[in-house]
């Protein structure tokens, strides 16, 4: 049993959460969370990278995973999707793959050329990925290969970014969680040092609640906000206020199958979910 595994088995059913992941890996080396859906796709597959990774276990059949990834880059994919098999290929040691389909993503994704993501098509939060988002995925997913964009590109990124800054954080209308983490991350990844933001502490819920908000003094939490200000917290060398509350949140979250849901009340298992809850845990245990 992996050590993280381990540490992370003393908060929820461990042997029912590897159940799930497993049973949903296909012949072509790909993952859907409907196990009985023969319908593989990139968001799943990438996210039972990143938890086999995040539990440091091997990854089964790697190989045929490598190659599914390497398939789902092209043209028509979008940036978001892309950048994910980038990143996957990166955590199963094929970084090479991924460096020999760069070209697709500058058909879409060139910032010289004032380009942030040309049909940006699926989000992973908002239905349709606005270009922020994009922006992180890319960065996120160029610096797991090991690219490193031009100083130009990077104060052309940095500009555009910039332009989300909103009050104490960043987003469209007011700052939210997600958004300013991204915009915080990309930032800080292309090497310029932002200020440290206050929203994700004021998004905190202690007491009875535990998790964190996409707004400041709202209920209830869900965990993509959780996740987000978890990964908020680590960036700024914070530490969170409640971690039990907030282990407490996310046991509370997993369902009978082994997987995850978004929030307290009913919701399905899905393997986005099931990775941020276990990236909560592997990052709250730290100060218990």
Same mark, same amino acid.
């Given at each position: 049993?992996?050590?993280?595994?381990?540490?992370?088995?003393?908060?929820?059913?461990?042997?029912?959460?590897?159940?799930?992941?497993?049973?949903?890996?296909?012949?072509?080396?790909?993952?859907?969370?409907?196990?009985?859906?023969?319908?593989?796709?990139?968001?799943?597959?990438?996210?039972?990278?990143?938890?086999?990774?995040?539990?440091?276990?091997?990854?089964?059949?790697?190989?045929?995973?490598?190659?599914?990834?390497?398939?789902?880059?092209?043209?028509? $994919?979008?940036? &978001?999707?892309? !950048?994910?098999?980038?990143? +996957?290929?990166?955590?199963?040691?094929? /970084?090479?793959? @991924? #460096?020999?389909?760069?070209?697709?993503?500058?058909?879409?994704?060139?910032?010289?050329?004032?380009?942030?993501?040309?049909?940006?098509?699926?989000?992973?939060?908002?239905?349709?990925?606005?270009?922020?988002?994009? $922006?992180?995925? &890319?960065?996120? !997913?160029?610096?797991?290969? +090991?690219?490193?964009?031009?100083?130009? /590109?990077?104060? @052309? #990124?940095?500009?555009?970014?910039?332009?989300?800054?909103?009050?104490?954080?960043?987003?469209?209308?007011?700052?939210?969680?997600?958004?300013?983490?991204?915009?915080?991350?990309?930032?800080?990844?292309?090497?310029?040092?932002?200020?440290?933001?206050?929203?994700?502490?004021?998004?905190?819920?202690?007491?009875?609640?535990?998790?964190?908000?996409?707004?400041?003094?709202?209920?209830?939490?869900?965990?993509?906000?959780?996740?987000?200000?978890?990964?908020?917290?680590?960036?700024?060398?914070?530490?969170?206020?409640?971690?039990?509350?907030?282990?407490?949140?996310?046991?509370?979250?997993?369902?009978?199958?082994?997987?995850?849901?978004?929030?307290?009340?009913?919701?399905?298992?899905?393997?986005?979910?099931?990775?941020?809850?276990?990236?909560?845990?592997?990052?709250?245990?730290?100060?218990?």
């Amino acid at each position: 049993m992996g050590s993280k595994l381990y540490e992370i088995g003393r908060f929820i059913n461990a042997d029912s959460l590897i159940r799930y992941i497993e049973e949903r890996r296909h012949e072509d080396g790909g993952y859907c969370f409907v196990s009985v859906l023969n319908d593989t796709n990139v968001n799943d597959t990438y996210y039972a990278v990143k938890i086999y990774d995040l539990l440091g276990l091997e990854i089964p059949e790697r190989e045929k995973t490598i190659e599914f990834l390497e398939k789902a880059i092209q043209p028509q $994919t979008a940036v &978001v999707a892309i !950048a994910m098999a980038f990143e +996957g290929l990166a955590i199963l040691g094929a /970084e090479d793959v @991924a #460096m020999e389909h760069l070209d697709i993503v500058f058909t879409k994704y060139s910032p010289l050329e004032g380009k942030f993501a040309v049909g940006l098509g699926g989000s992973e939060e908002f239905g349709t990925a606005t270009p922020l988002e994009a $922006t992180y995925w &890319v960065v996120k !997913a160029f610096k797991a290969i +090991g690219y490193e964009f031009s100083t130009d /590109e990077k104060e @052309a #990124m940095r500009a555009f970014v910039m332009k989300f800054r909103n009050g104490n954080g960043y987003g469209v209308k007011g700052p939210t969680t997600t958004m300013t983490y991204q915009a915080l991350y990309t930032l800080r990844t292309l090497g310029y040092r932002p200020p440290r933001s206050p929203h994700f502490r004021n998004c905190e819920l202690c007491g009875d609640w535990g998790g964190f908000t996409e707004v400041p003094y709202s209920l209830p939490p869900y965990l993509e906000p959780t996740f987000y200000a978890a990964r908020g917290l680590e960036l700024q060398g914070e530490a969170p206020s409640c971690p039990r509350r907030h282990v407490w949140f996310i046991r509370q979250l997993q369902n009978p199958n082994g997987g995850f849901r978004r929030s307290l009340e009913l919701g399905i298992s899905n393997f986005q979910n099931t990775y941020r809850a276990l990236a909560v845990l592997d990052f709250m245990e730290r100060f218990l």
